[in-house]
């Protein structure tokens, strides 16, 4: 995998997802993941590209599917 080649919106949304984010990292994406319009620019003040990045991945057809084709480029040489 190329973790190194997602920016930083897009690697937080990877670790997420497979599951190695921990601790305060980890309460931050379930906090972003149930955030309503108003909470999530809350937390969009502090964690602009992660907030991003939730808005993206929740909203924008085929983000994810593009992010994991990014990270896994090369992965088979």
């Given at each position: 995998?190329?973790?190194?080649?997602?920016?930083?919106?897009?690697?937080?949304?990877?670790?997420?997802?497979?599951?190695?984010?921990?601790?305060?990292?980890?309460?931050?994406?379930?906090?972003?993941?149930?955030?309503?319009?108003?909470?999530?620019?809350?937390?969009?003040?502090?964690?602009?590209?992660y907030?991003?990045?939730m808005?993206?991945?929740?909203?924008?057809?085929?983000?994810?599917?593009?992010?994991?084709?990014?990270?896994?480029?090369?992965?088979?040489?």
């Amino acid at each position: 995998m190329k973790l190194h080649d997602l920016d930083k919106g897009q690697k937080f949304i990877w670790e997420w997802q497979y599951r190695t984010l921990g601790g305060f990292d980890t309460t931050l994406a379930e906090a972003l993941s149930k955030s309503d319009g108003n909470n999530r620019d809350k937390l969009r003040k502090g964690f602009p590209e992660y907030a991003d990045a939730m808005d993206s991945f929740q909203n924008d057809n085929g983000w994810w599917d593009r992010v994991q084709d990014k990270a896994m480029l090369g992965a088979e040489q």
